[in-house]
């Protein structure tokens, strides 16, 4: 990943303008940015980064992100309809919150997407498992950094559309069936990714005979 080769601006840079694209993914490129950027935080912090350091890897994503990040801006700002989500929380619509039947209707819906995503008889994602299971297991001492980083920018994510569902000033139901399936496909790339390169790296005594 280009994203990795924190000792060269320019790769970091190209980074940084893909990350940007995904601005233009609706609103949820936002939160893909935006969970890919606290991952990338995340873990320069757990590698015990000084702020200066931190700082010179990540101006160079940053300086990426912004052409991008300023037209969609700019887009939005004299093009774009007002977000109704953000409409609806500024008229106290934070109801959702205190509501424990969404929260299971959410996770069934979720947990369904996991086992159907792909229109096959046995779900990607549960074959993507399956793939980890039968070559065997790596040592968490060994695992690359950007896998952590990539793990936990997918796990927020799905936080941050699980928590844009619970706000939703649409019928959850509705909702739920004509965007749950978009947000899945935006995500199992990534997590296909993440496999193939966690098996390549498997040492060959680990693998299952």
Not at 22 to 43: F, H, N
């Amino acid at each position: 990943m280009v994203v990795e080769e924190a000792g060269k601006p320019q790769r970091l840079e190209l980074a940084g303008l893909l990350l940007g694209s995904m601005l233009w993914m609706k609103d949820e490129g936002w939160i893909l940015l935006a969970a890919v950027m606290i991952s990338w935080l995340l873990l320069l912090l757990c590698q015990r980064e000084g702020i200066g350091d931190i700082w010179n890897k990540t101006k160079w994503l940053i300086a990426g992100i912004l052409p991008m990040m300023l037209v969609t801006l700019l887009f939005k700002w004299q093009l774009a309809p007002a977000n109704n989500m953000i409409t609806h929380l500024g008229k106290g619509g934070l109801d959702g919150l205190v509501d424990f039947s969404r929260y299971i209707t959410i996770g069934k819906a979720m947990i369904g997407q996991f086992f159907s995503f792909g229109n096959v008889r046995i779900g990607l994602l549960p074959l993507v498992l399956f793939l980890l299971f039968i070559v065997g297991s790596h040592p968490l001492e060994e695992a690359r950094p950007e896998w952590y980083r990539q793990g936990i920018a997918m796990l927020l994510a799905i936080g941050a559309y699980f928590g844009t569902y619970l706000l939703t000033p649409y019928d959850l139901s509705w909702h739920l069936d004509h965007s749950l399936s978009r947000l899945f496909a935006q995500l199992v790339p990534s997590v296909i990714l993440l496999a193939l390169a966690v098996v390549a790296e498997f040492p060959e005594e680990t693998v299952r005979k």
